[in-house]
């Protein structure tokens, strides 16, 4: 594709960065970026002073996209687009399905992704209408209300269809579970945010290759395997988290990420190489979701990962989550204390159950 998108985010370096990698990870080719302290307000979604002052620069730029890095409406993305002549608007979220879409590969996944799909397009799809029932000619949404309430009903279809089939595998899964529950059956999953390195740590851990890139989401499905030399040990690698990810994504990836609240271990993986404020920013949103999905954080072992690539020295500290290990997934450093807590928490599982 390598299509030139220009970037409106936050005035931070944590916000550009970001959003830099996720239009180079969604297949596009970031050329600029522009700040603004505001989104979500007025017809613009963005304060209109705003909006022509990067008019003015992003004429010379030959951009085929702008990306609005926060969920703006549906009417905001449309009016944005005419107020840049045409150039396509895309908000944050569309992005992250972008690439959700894209990386999709098994029947599961893909079922996942269209409920997500279908969550952000409903209320899209009546916002439009209401601009179309103010007068405007809105081009390819131009529906009436009487076709827009069909199409509308036929989206809540869908997603009772796709549900239904997702909750199929979702009762699979917890058949499984118990089954496994059952046996000697130690289940480590590995989560945190994306680009953390779990699948790094995965690969070592159980032989495999599963493809590590550098980009954002590389993992969308959930894998299991044994552990090399631990017995009874399984490893699951999850799909990566993400700062502002919206609720219903959450939601349409549940059965995937329940996975981590079956765990008996779960290694929050993180990217210790990041500057303090960077890394805490990263890790409070992993931790959050943890939180969401009710994963007690007793479980949890923090894992400060790239220890290789570190400039800055703070130390790790939380009073929610007091067990960490150091390690360099990369240079096999520390691995092996990695996998000494796996066995202690393995023992005191065992002696809970006695
Ligand atoms: N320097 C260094 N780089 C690492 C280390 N571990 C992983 N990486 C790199 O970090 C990037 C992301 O690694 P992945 O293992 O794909 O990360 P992930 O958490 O699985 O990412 P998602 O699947 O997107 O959620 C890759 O470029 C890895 O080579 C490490 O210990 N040190
Ligand atoms: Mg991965």
């Known amino acids: 594709m390598d299509e030139r998108m220009a970037i409106i985010t936050y005035p931070n370096e944590f916000c550009k960065q970001e959003a830099w990698e996720l239009v180079q990870s969604a297949g596009y080719s970031p050329i600029a970026i522009f700040t603004s302290k505001k989104f979500g307000n007025g017809k613009l979604g ?26 703006i409406k549906a009417s ?53 209408v209401r601009i179309r029932r103010q007068g405007e000619q809105t081009g390819m949404f131009g529906y009436g209300a009487y076709e827009a309430d069909k199409y509308v009903r ?43 390195g779990k699948t790094t740590i995965f690969n070592l851990m159980s032989d495999q290759e599963k493809p590590v890139t550098g980009k954002y989401f590389t993992t969308l499905t959930t894998t299991l395997r044994t552990i090399n030399g631990i017995n009874g040990a399984y490893i699951s690698d999850t799909v990566g988290f993400i700062e502002r990810l919206p609720h219903y994504m959450i939601d349409s990836f549940k059965s995937t990420l329940e996975e981590i609240t079956y765990s008996d271990l779960v290694l929050l993986v993180t990217d210790y190489s990041l500057p303090e404020n960077e890394f805490y920013r990263k890790y409070r949103a992993s931790v959050n979701v943890l939180k969401e999905l009710g994963v007690p954080l007793s479980r949890v072992t923090v894992v400060l990962n790239k220890v290789d690539k570190r400039k ?28 000494s807590a796996i066995i202690n928490s393995m023992k005191s599982a065992e002696n809970r159950s006695l």
């Open 46 to 71: 963005l304060p209109s002073g705003k909006a022509t002052s990067i008019k003015e620069q992003i004429q010379q730029l030959d951009a085929a996209f702008i990306l609005v890095d926060e969920h």
């Open 76 to 128: 905001q993305a449309y009016e944005l687009s005419k107020f840049f002549d045409g150039i396509r608007v895309i908000d944050r979220n569309k992005l992250i399905l972008d690439i959700f879409e894209n990386r999709a590969s098994t029947a599961e996944a893909k079922l996942q992704v269209k409920l997500a799909e279908l969550t952000y397009e409903i209320p899209r799809v009546k916002d439009m």
């Open 154 to 196: 036929s989206l809540r279809r869908q997603m009772h269809e796709i549900s239904r089939k997702l909750d199929e595998f979702r009762t699979r899964k917890e058949i499984q579970m118990e089954k496994r529950q059952e046996g000697d059956f130690f289940l480590v999953s590995l989560a945190g945010y994306t680009g953390a």
């Open 312 to 339: 800055d020295t703070y130390k790790f500290q939380d009073d929610e989550i007091s067990s960490s290990v150091e390690i360099s997934a990369k240079n096999n450093f520390n691995v092996q204390v990695l996998r």
